[in-house]
């Protein structure tokens, strides 16, 4: 009521995110876990169901704790997701790369990466001869060559029993 008339009015609604307010998102139940494997490399965003994997708090990587404490804020609005290497499968083709287990992917043939579909386009869009993996907190980087990767990875899924390069929600 405005001075006592009754007023109509629109408003615009949007979903909440699913982390309401914190970076990353609190436990889900009866979901499939994202993921996408390049070269070995299995790539999953930051949930609080992996860093429950660890068992005690203490035992997680401290790189991956602060990102619990982060709340969205208007400088880190483009980031969707906080992109894990969850793991490497052993292979030839990424022999001294074990050791981005648990890093942040930020970067991926050059582009800033805000969720698991952003480094999709960036691997299936790229032009160059090259894959480039960029992680946090490294000047080091992923290089893996098209070329290898078009021969090595199916038979880097094989190997592991891994159905696909990417869960069912990327595809």
């Not at 390049?38 to 930051?46: F, H, I």
């Not at 068992?55 to 804020?73: A, C, F, H, N, S």
């Not at 990466?113 to 999709?120: E, K, N, P, T």
Request: some cysteine.
């Amino acid at each position: 009521l405005r001075d006592g008339t009754p007023r109509d009015v629109t408003l615009v609604l949007s979903a909440a995110k699913r982390s309401y307010g914190n970076l990353v998102p609190r436990h889900a139940y009866e979901e499939r876990p994202s993921y996408y494997v390049v070269g070995g490399l299995v790539l999953c965003p930051l949930t609080s169901n992996y860093l429950g994997t660890w068992g005690k708090w203490e035992d997680v990587p401290i790189r991956l704790q602060r990102y619990w404490y982060e709340m969205r804020t208007s400088e880190n609005a483009s980031r969707e997701q906080i992109i894990v290497v969850t793991d490497v499968l052993p292979d030839e083709l990424n022999v001294g790369y074990t050791s981005f287990e648990d890093c942040i992917v930020t970067e991926v043939n050059g582009k800033p990466i805000g969720s698991l579909r952003d480094v999709v386009a960036s691997i299936e869009g790229n032009g160059g001869p090259e894959h480039r993996i960029r992680v946090e907190d490294s000047f080091a980087e992923v290089v893996f060559r098209k070329e290898d990767l078009k021969q090595r990875g199916p038979q880097i899924l094989e190997r592991y029993r891994v159905p696909a390069d990417r869960s069912a929600d990327l595809r």
